[in-house]
T-cell receptor
């Protein structure tokens, strides 16, 4: 079990640049989530995939953010024209198919720390 | 009203004491409740899940759920310095599909 893998661990970029993060979920998990976390706050939901379908996206999510999961395996999160307010830890999580409540447990990756200068 | 609210803390207890962490939620028909632990600079890890009213015990941890009061808590018995972390309460609101919603977390420090 290799767990949820995220790349890169850290990203420093200049305001206005585009950045892309990658997440590889646990292999048998068909559900994948992206969250954002700032210091002193709980993780904030961004978007959710079941297989390759993006089923939910936060209303708070700017149109500068886009996520894909083209083959139902790994996912990418892209932020266009980054702003200083985008600086945060971006967390990916995965879980098993929701056949019952015991499969609602999320397993998190180590996150990508984004700093926008 | 926030969907999930926690005592912001920080909470400090001496080693060996009971630490009590509290959480309330707004969606009355929520069915799934979780406690995650997050060490500084690390990602959240699941420590407890609870789905029915009452208590659920796992080692030194006890989760308590009261759906009528929309309240969930976590008790940590015989607290250890290694328990020092931020504890996140999380709920799946019934209206959200599968979206896990987190509170802001309570920072716990266990003093030797």
């Amino acid at each position: 079990d290799t767990g949820v893998s995220q790349d890169p661990r850290h990203k420093i970029t200049k305001r206005g640049q585009n950045v892309t993060f990658r997440c590889d979920p646990i292999s048998e998990h068909n559900r994948l989530y992206w969250y954002r976390q700032t210091l002193g706050q709980g993780p904030e939901f961004l978007t959710y995939f079941q297989n390759e379908a993006q089923l939910e996206k936060s209303r708070l999510l700017s149109d500068r953010f886009s996520a894909e999961r083209p083959k139902g395996s790994f996912s990418t999160l892209e932020i266009q024209r980054t702003e200083q307010g985008d600086s945060a830890m971006y967390l990916c999580a995965s879980s098993l198919p929701r056949t019952d409540t015991t499969n609602e447990k999320l397993f998190f990756g180590s996150g990508t720390q984004l700093s926008v200068l | 009203q926030k969907e999930v609210e926690q005592n912001s803390g920080p909470l400090s207890v001496p080693e060996g004491a009971i630490a009590s962490l509290n959480c309330t939620y707004s969606d009355r028909v929520s069915q799934s409740f979780f406690w995650y632990r997050q060490y500084s600079g690390k990602s959240p890890e699941l420590i407890m899940s609870i789905y029915s009213n009452g208590d659920k015990e796992d080692g030194r941890f006890t989760a308590q759920l009261n759906k009528a009061s929309q309240y969930v808590s976590l008790l940590i018995r015989d607290s250890q310095p290694s328990d020092s972390a931020t504890y996140l309460c999380a709920v799946i609101p019934e209206t959200s599909g599968s979206r896990l919603t987190f509170g802001e977390g309570t920072q716990l420090t266990v003093n030797p």
